[in-house]
């Protein structure tokens, strides 16, 4: 259960809420902390500020906060919008999980929270003179706070939901879903022996996609049951109710303390499907071609996805910490066929888009580290050279395409 709450903190809808109700717990916290001076300070040690000067900036800070807070969550609800119809439904997430917005949302929202507070225990008299010159200097470094974020905030409004923003956003989560993926392919795993026959197989209950997969419980319940568990799915497959999540020797073991351990969701998740980004990508090059015919984006993703695939930094493996576990390999060199195919589909008829997709296989086939990828990549290559060929109209261009894709792989 504390897996799964630390999950759904982590979600991107609920990191929103979540970092503005802690800015707003310390705001709250810094309108009372004023009224602490005397334990530090002898009575009216501080020097005296007039009230009508505390109000003044306590009213500007109330009365522009709630207004920018509402404009800010407007324009973001704006960005999500263009991202589902510029980019893909898929990618909105990235955009909420945006540390600058909420940052800046939270900031606002907890500045008016403790310009209202400050100002009513102001007029209650809940100060004394110490305090009012506590409160006043407290008010003048969330002024100048606030300052800084609304600067700060022009600038992340300038890029915010833009397609090239959204293409970052989805390269930095698929490449380190990749990394993780290159150091740790069994995702920790390290049992190599077999099950025994007749070995007892755990199937799930709901239909959804398997996000994650809390190994360090499945590892207890093995060591406390003194038993072995082999696992039969990858975080990113679709389930159904008779598909087979995992076999174990024990018989003794609850089999819904063994699902708890496998998260199952609407959607897919990036952190632990290395896969999920390329389609994610691969669907953005599908709208650029299809909706406006803008094989620019398309091409900019397949370089994108090219140079995920590549890796010169050659990643070491890191040892399984569990060894009493198993997991079936992932079927890494289907990251071809998912991101490639559907852009062959939609862009064959689009010389450009077909040049620059076998000279991005080709550089993915000679240096990729993945001996499978590279396989595929150039499998898959020559297929989308015969689907070009057929819907291209001009027989100098698919002699040129032919003559290139020769080239590329001598």
Same mark, same amino acid.
């Given at each position: 259960?504390?897996? +799964?709450?630390?999950?759904?903190?982590?979600?991107?809808?609920?990191?929103?809420?979540?970092?503005?109700?802690?800015?707003?717990?310390?705001?709250?916290?810094?309108?009372?902390? #004023?009224?602490?001076?005397?334990?530090?300070?002898?009575?009216?040690?501080?020097? /005296?500020?007039?009230?009508?000067?505390?109000?003044?900036?306590?009213?500007?800070?109330?009365? @522009?906060?709630?207004?920018?807070?509402?404009?800010?969550?407007?324009?973001?609800?704006?960005?999500?919008?263009?991202? #589902?119809?510029?980019? @893909?439904?898929?990618?909105?997430?990235?955009?909420?999980?945006?540390?600058?917005? +909420?940052?800046?949302?939270?900031?606002?929202?907890?500045?008016?929270?403790?310009?209202?507070? *400050?100002?009513?225990?102001? &007029?209650?008299?809940?100060?004394?003179?110490?305090?009012?010159?506590? $409160?006043?200097?407290?008010?003048?470094?969330?002024?100048?706070?606030?300052?800084?974020? $609304?600067?700060?905030?022009?600038?992340?409004?300038?890029?915010?939901?833009?397609?090239?923003?959204?293409?970052?956003?989805?390269?930095?989560?698929?490449? /380190?879903?990749? =990394?993780?993926?290159?150091?740790?392919?069994?995702?920790?795993?390290?049992?190599?022996?077999?099950? +025994?026959?007749? *070995?007892?197989?755990?199937?799930?209950?709901?239909?959804?996609?398997? @996000?994650?997969?809390?190994?360090? &419980?499945?590892?207890?319940?093995?060591?406390?049951?003194?038993?072995?568990?082999?696992?039969?799915?990858?975080?990113?497959?679709l389930l159904m109710p008779d598909t087979c999540l995992a076999?174990?020797?024990?018989?003794?073991?609850?089999?819904?303390?063994?699902?708890?351990?496998?998260?199952?969701?609407?959607?897919?998740?990036?952190?632990? !499907?290395?896969?999920?980004?390329?389609?994610?990508?691969?669907?953005?090059? =599908?709208?650029?071609?299809?909706?406006?015919?803008?094989?620019?984006?398309?091409?900019?993703?397949?370089?994108?996805?090219?140079?995920?695939?590549?890796? /010169?930094? /050659?990643?070491?493996?890191?040892?399984?910490?569990?060894?009493?576990?198993?997991?079936?390999?992932?079927?890494?060199? !289907?990251?071809?066929?998912?991101?490639?195919?559907?852009?062959?589909?939609?862009?064959?008829?689009?010389?450009?888009?077909?040049?620059? =997709? =076998?000279?991005?296989?080709?550089?993915?086939?000679?240096?990729?580290?993945?001996?499978?990828?590279?396989?595929?990549?150039?499998?898959?290559?020559?297929?989308?050279?015969?689907?070009?060929?057929?819907?291209?109209?001009?027989?100098?261009?698919?002699?040129?395409?032919?003559?290139?894709?020769?080239?590329?792989?001598?």
């Open positions: 259960m504390l897996y +799964r709450w630390l999950l759904q903190l982590k979600q991107p809808n609920n990191r929103l809420w979540i970092s503005t109700i802690l800015s707003a717990v310390f705001a709250i916290f810094l309108a009372f902390l #004023a009224k602490l001076s005397n334990l530090f300070f002898p009575p009216e040690f501080l020097p /005296k500020i007039a009230l009508d000067t505390l109000e003044s900036l306590l009213n500007v800070i109330a009365s @522009t906060m709630f207004a920018v807070s509402t404009f800010s969550l407007s324009i973001m609800v704006a960005a999500f919008s263009s991202v #589902a119809n510029n980019a @893909t439904p898929r990618a909105t997430s990235l955009v909420v999980d945006d540390r600058a917005s +909420r940052q800046t949302v939270a900031s606002f929202i907890s500045a008016f929270i403790y310009a209202i507070i *400050a100002k009513t225990a102001l &007029g209650l008299g809940f100060y004394s003179q110490n305090g009012q010159f506590i $409160l006043f200097i407290s008010t003048i470094l969330v002024l100048a706070y606030v300052i800084f974020t $609304l600067i700060r905030w022009i600038y992340v409004l300038s890029h915010l939901g833009r397609l090239g923003n959204t293409l970052d956003k989805i390269y930095a989560s698929t490449e /380190k879903a990749m =990394q993780y993926h290159r150091t740790n392919p069994m995702l920790g795993a390290s049992w190599t022996g077999q099950l +025994r026959e007749g *070995a007892v197989s755990i199937y799930a209950e709901n239909m959804g996609y398997l @996000t994650h997969i809390d190994l360090t &419980g499945l590892q207890k319940l093995a060591e406390e049951y003194d038993t072995y568990l082999h696992i039969m799915v990858r975080p990113g497959e076999k174990i020797d024990q018989t003794e073991v609850e089999e819904s303390l063994i699902r708890q351990c496998f998260i199952i969701n609407k959607d897919r998740d990036f952190e632990q !499907d290395p896969l999920w980004g390329f389609i994610v990508f691969s669907e953005v090059a =599908q709208r650029a071609l299809s909706d406006v015919s803008d094989p620019g984006t398309a091409i900019k993703v397949m370089v994108n996805m090219g140079r995920l695939l590549v890796d /010169k930094e /050659k990643s070491a493996k890191q040892a399984g910490d569990f060894n009493r576990l198993s997991i079936i390999p992932l079927a890494i060199e !289907d990251v071809i066929y998912q991101a490639f195919a559907p852009i062959a589909r939609e862009g064959g008829h689009i010389m450009e888009v077909n040049i620059i =997709q =076998q000279k991005v296989l080709a550089n993915i086939w000679r240096n990729t580290p993945e001996q499978a990828i590279a396989e595929q990549a150039k499998s898959q290559a020559e297929v989308y050279l015969q689907r070009a060929i057929e819907v291209l109209q001009f027989e100098q261009d698919r002699q040129y395409l032919a003559q290139k894709h020769q080239e590329l792989f001598p």
